[in-house]
């Protein structure tokens, strides 16, 4: 039985301990891990993709990556940062987004892509109570641009 891989989470990350947490979740096929990887990991092709870019409302965020280790056929794909804002009790945040990028044994050609995000701080809360949630439906778009855009492979490429 294969074990899908899982968010290696920082003890006050964990979800269930924070204001906010979403987990977001894709199955593509007829791509590479290296497709994939290329858009997720370099930072400066997400604007050109990614419409939501802006955090969701947030000022300009802190951040440090964490992990980054890139996906071979054997081992997932891992990408994570933590971000912060610092400020008073209405305004400091603490956020964890974490990815993973990983074959799948059932069908050549097919990748699994995870994304989840734990946030602390009343602004968390705040979104957290948004309906429709704004981050789910946001990083869902995220996730769906992998499914449209080039990362597919031409009926020329091989999916090796």
Known sequence: MHMQAAITWPPNFQPGKTDKFVSNEIYIRDTTLARIWVYLSTITKRETYYDNFSTF?????QA???ESVPPTDTVPGRLAWR???DGDDDSASKIYHAWIVEKV???RGVVRVLTQES???????????QKPN?????YQAWLGY???C???LRPDESSI
Do not use: D, T
Not at 57 to 61: A, D, I, V
């Open 105 to 107: 044994p059932w069908g």
């Open 83 to 85: 971000a912060w804002q």
């Open 57 to 61: 409302g947030f000022p300009p965020l």
């Open 64 to 66: 440090e990556v964490c």
């Open 150 to 152: 080039n990362c597919i």
């Open 119 to 129: 946030q602390i701080g009343k602004p968390a809360a705040l979104l957290a109570g």
């Open 146 to 148: 992998y499914r449209s």
């Open 134 to 138: 704004p981050m789910l439906n946001g």
